[in-house]
């Protein structure tokens, strides 16, 4: 009975190994420039800890199979010299192998976060509220008219609370449901939430970023594939939390520039 | 016999004045300067509505017509009218379709019916900002059948939905059954009215409210006008 328990033990870790292994159910393909390099980074990670997985399973089952059917009197085996040097060798290794991925990860995740944006980044805010993504483009005058949150009437489509009216930055400035960008130049997103925590994630982007109420986050990113793309909230916001989306749209640079001219028309 | 004819008059006038007397109040809604730009609305979010409009709807805050009429603003007979105290049997009906609210504004008798109908393929949530009345809001999945309310006291209730939040309109509840809506000639027309002093409100979502004194004699036409100074901004 013990030995059946050992081999099944084992195949299940084989089978579940087995998708992961032939990337049955990989990331759709990346269109972003930091990408590659968090792919590389999460293929690194999921070899080592399915390594580390497959191991502990294989000792779990060999073990099992060993002293399956030990009579109750058998005395227990002890690990010579006691499980102290095993567990301080266990910790080191894997804490090792936890901090050399860390360490080698943080390259992938820096180029997003600590790394300040191209010159010629092209500036969008996103707002996230319950439960729609607006962005907002300052504009030919490259200027953002200020935020006030008294101001704010989604009946008037006055969704960023602008006030154009006293405010002249603003009164260019270009609102969109969606998120159009052009291809092969870099985006310097600031995200504000509105109201609660939400989240920006597009998967083929590589990006999964929180808005945090009151803190006005910034993430960059270069998309090198036109087409449209699926933004959602992956933070639970509320009861609309499931409909929270928005699409990422990425253009030519020609069609950037005449969507961004037909919406400034509106 | 003339006595008896004059009496049978005398009889009538009493019940029912109206039948005798009935006065009309009529005009027409307008706006002076530039009403700001109604902007188009971005439904990419929610494709299910986006595909319903060939053209993108524009918010509806001001809604103008030929001539500088204003469409949308509610005319009524505020004071003067006794409240007859009868209430409509007849339904109003608030419909959300194509991630809109129609019509954008809607008049009701305080304890009227009010059905609110999900025609769309996907879920609203109606929130009316009520504040004198009770305020509630309601989720409403594709399919499921109307929400059915009564508000019980007069008021203007502004009405978003906490899904979609373009999604706007109005809730005008009344104590009178003398109201019109002004269409997009900005017409409107208060008709049935018995001799009396009336005073006339016209409301509008975004520029107030304007009143005026008239006074029905008889069997007559009236007419009154309200201006209202668009905002540009």
Redesign the interface.
């Given at each position: 009975m013990g030995k059946i328990f050992a081999v099944t033990i084992a195949i299940i870790a084989i089978l579940s190994a087995v998708p992961i292994v032939m990337n049955y159910w990989g990331p759709p393909a990346d269109v972003s420039t930091h990408g590659p390099a968090i792919d590389e980074q999460m293929h690194e990670t999921m070899w080592e800890a399915g390594i580390s997985f497959l191991a502990a399973q294989f000792v779990l089952a060999l073990f099992v199979w060993q002293f399956a059917g030990r009579g109750k009197n058998d005395k227990l085996k002890t690990f010579p010299g006691g499980a102290k040097g095993l567990v301080i060798a266990a910790f080191l290794l894997v804490g090792t192998e936890i901090l050399a991925l860390g360490v080698i990860g943080q390259k992938a995740w820096a180029t997003v976060y600590f790394a300040p944006p191209d010159k010629n980044a092209l500036t969008i805010q996103a707002q996230a509220?319950?439960?729609?993504?607006y962005f907002r483009y300052p504009g030919p005058d490259g200027k953002f008219g200020a935020i006030h949150p008294d101001k704010i009437d989604?009946?008037?489509?006055n969704?960023f609370g602008l006030d154009?009216?006293h405010d002249v930055d603003s009164r260019d400035d270009i609102i969109?449901?969606?998120l159009a960008i052009p291809v092969n130049r870099q985006i310097n997103l600031m995200m504000h939430s509105k109201d609660v925590g939400h989240s920006f994630y597009v998967r083929e982007l590589r990006i999964q970023q929180d808005f945090v109420p009151g803190l006005d986050l910034a993430v960059h990113f270069t998309a090198t594939k036109t087409g449209q793309y699926e933004i959602v909230c992956t933070q639970l916001c509320g009861?609309?939390h499931y409909?929270m989306?928005?699409?990422l749209t990425v253009l030519s640079q020609e069609d950037f520039d005449k969507w961004l001219k037909d919406k400034a028309a509106? | 016999m003339r006595t008896k004819q004059m009496l049978l008059a005398l009889l009538t006038l009493l019940v029912c004045p109206s039948l005798m007397f009935a006065g009309t109040v009529s005009g027409k809604v307008t706006y002076t300067g530039t009403p700001a730009k109604q902007k188009p609305i971005d439904m990419s979010k929610e494709p299910s509505c986006a595909k319903q409009h060939a053209t993108p709807v524009t918010n509806e805050t001001v809604v103008t017509g030929p001539n500088n009429a204003l469409e949308n603003v509610v005319v009524y007979v505020s004071s003067g009218a006794p409240d007859d105290g009868q209430v409509p049997t007849q339904a109003v009906t608030y419909e959300q379709k194509g991630c809109q609210y129609i019509p954008h504004v809607l008049v009701m008798h305080t304890n009227q019916e009010l059905k609110i109908t999900n025609e769309d393929q996907t879920s609203h949530n109606i929130h009316p900002l009520a504040k004198v009345n009770r305020e509630w809001n309601k989720s409403q999945p594709p399919g499921t059948p109307p929400i059915v309310e009564k508000y019980d006291k007069e008021e203007f209730i502004s009405v978003k939905c906490n899904v979609h939040p373009w999604m706007h309109g109005y809730f005008a509840v009344l104590k009178t059954s003398h109201y019109d809506v002004s269409k997009g000639s900005g017409d409107f027309k208060l008709p049935n009215l018995p001799p009396g002093k009336y005073t006339i409100t016209a409301w509008h979502e975004d520029y107030g409210t304007q009143t005026a004194d008239v006074t029905i004699t008889g069997n007559e036409t009236k007419d009154v006008n309200f201006t209202f100074k668009a905002k540009a901004y």
């Open positions: 509220g319950q439960f729609a993504f989604e009946g008037n489509q969704f154009p009216e969109a449901g969606e009861l609309g409909n989306k928005a699409y509106q | -």
